[in-house]
């Protein structure tokens, strides 16, 4: 069965770094791969989708990269700040059922003054 | 919450008694999933519908059924609900199309089960 991968362990970013997330997955390719926020009590909030057919994809100060050889996807938010501070997971649909979106257990990032 | 509620917000429950918890939405949107949430494992899938009538099983429905009978409601119970299903729960929903198969997700319920 396929498998996400994220970094369980929380990333501690100085303000103003660049806090780079990692989202690997096993065992087939998807057509497209999603990012989402989740804060402390809330339910997640989409950020960005990247198609299988794009290397690279930005929104503001986000941006994602799908290398689909890799089987990764690079989540990175530059000039970060503390109110980035959150759990990102990253989503793909289920292999056989592009209706069925499954998630990895999250990065938590914490954006340090 | 993009049209998206959760009832209740929070329960708490016996062992052995079922619960059932309800996901209404606004947006005449396809699919809707239910989603639990749990410590060191992330979001993961129950059971998700993609029409009135029609549902599928997700990687932990053990336990767990749904109805949808309508396009903007869907039901999740726990026949019987045991401590291992103490957890918050998700309700989502979705719409396919090139530009728009992200998910919306509501406000979760927290359910306890003693």
């Known amino acids: 069965s396929q498998k996400i991968e994220q970094n369980s362990e929380a990333l501690n970013i100085q303000e103003g770094k660049t806090a780079t997330l990692t989202c690997n997955y096993t065992?087939?390719?998807?057509?497209?791969l999603q990012w989402y926020r989740q804060d402390p009590g809330r339910g997640p909030v989409f950020l960005l989708l990247?198609?299988?057919?794009?290397k690279e994809k930005r929104k503001e100060r986000l941006k994602v990269t799908f290398d689909t050889t890799l089987k990764q996807s690079l989540f990175h938010i530059t000039a970060s700040q503390p109110a980035d501070s959150a759990t990102y997971l990253c989503a793909l649909p289920e292999s056989g059922s592009a209706s069925k979106i499954i998630f990895g257990s999250g990065t938590r990032l914490s954006i340090r003054p | 919450d993009a049209g998206i509620t959760q009832s209740p917000r929070h329960k708490v429950t016996e062992t052995g008694t079922p619960v059932t918890l309800r996901c209404h939405q606004t947006e005449n949107h396809r699919y809707m999933y239910w989603y639990r949430q749990d410590p060191g494992h992330g979001l993961r899938l129950i059971h998700y519908s993609y029409g009135v009538k029609d549902t599928d099983k997700g990687e932990v429905s053990d336990g767990y059924s749904v109805s949808r009978s309508k396009t903007e409601d869907f039901l999740l119970t726990l026949e019987s609900a045991t401590s291992s299903q103490t957890s918050v729960y998700f309700c989502?929903?979705?719409?396919?199309?090139?530009?728009?198969?992200?998910?919306?997700f509501g406000q979760g319920t927290r359910l306890t089960v003693v």
């Open positions: 065992n087939y390719s998807p057509a497209h």
């Open positions: 990247i198609r299988e057919n794009e």
């Open positions: 989502a929903i979705s719409t396919r199309g090139r530009d728009r198969t992200e998910a919306f």
